[in-house]
């Protein structure tokens, strides 16, 4: 059989199923997403996850949306390191994932809002948080983003209409996505700005693609910065005694 006439034989038992499945309320953006896609999802779940797989952009500013309703918990500040914390300053700071300050089944752990059916974000459905899920479908797809904005390249790109970031010219092939403000320099210098203000870095308004060669020389001037800043630091260090 083609390609073509198996796609088209599978996207009809998808959608069979996908029908049979599908509640009375459904988000009518998402479901048109799945019609118009390629492979019919056969589950509703299916279709919420590639609707927000298609708009990372969109779930990138949800779910800081969402987490600016929850603000952070009472007393909770941004440390990395210890146990049950984020090895390293990379990782975006989640309040919620720590054990701590964690709001239970039914509340995503990325933003701390209440996760309903299908991991969507609003209840649809009048039936309450799901008691099942733990994370929004978009927050998912936004944790991804912000953990590995390279694999989005493309849509970063795009939305620069292809011009480097840095030097206003055209964008080659090779072009890698920086944080215009190093995420070292948030650790050290802004790790006191209120949660869920410090998501900003690592979402798209801290985000670009820019040429190698002006990515590399963005580099060797940070890495200089870190090795004065902690001159600077050491020297402002009281002495200590030998
Ligand atoms: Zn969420």
Redesign the pocket.
């Known amino acids: 059989m083609r390609m073509e006439e198996t796609r088209l034989l599978r996207n009809r038992q998808a959608l069979t199923r996908l029908n049979r499945a599908l509640p009375e309320i459904f988000p009518a953006t998402v479901l048109r997403h799945a019609l118009e896609r390629r492979w019919t999802p056969p589950m509703p779940r299916l279709a919420v996850d590639g609707y927000w797989r298609a708009h990372v952009i969109r779930a990138d500013r949800l779910?800081r949306a969402?987490?600016a309703r929850s603000g952070a918990p009472k007393g909770w500040t941004w440390r990395i390191g210890a146990k049950g914390l984020p090895a390293t300053f990379r990782a975006p700071p989640a309040p919620y994932r720590e054990k701590k300050y964690s709001l239970g089944p039914g509340f995503?752990c990325?933003?701390?809002?209440p996760?309903y059916r299908f991991g969507w974000?609003a209840d649809l459905w009048d039936q309450g948080p799901n008691r099942r899920a733990a994370?929004?479908t978009?927050?998912v797809v936004a944790w991804q983003f912000w953990s590995a904005p390279s694999d989005h390249d493309r849509i970063l790109r795009r939305i620069q209409a292809r011009r480097c970031a840095q030097t206003g010219g055209r964008l080659w092939k090779t072009a890698e996505i920086d944080h215009n403000v190093p995420l070292f320099q948030v650790w050290s210098e802004r790790r006191d700005e209120p949660w869920p203000a410090l998501l900003n870095y690592w979402g798209l308004p801290n985000l670009r693609a820019i040429n190698r060669d002006a990515h590399a020389a963005k580099c060797a001037e940070e890495a200089t910065y870190r090795v004065r800043r902690r001159k600077d630091t050491a020297d402002s260090a009281p002495p200590t005694r030998s």
């Open positions: 779910s969402l987490a995503c990325v933003c701390g809002q996760v974000h994370w929004h978009a927050c």
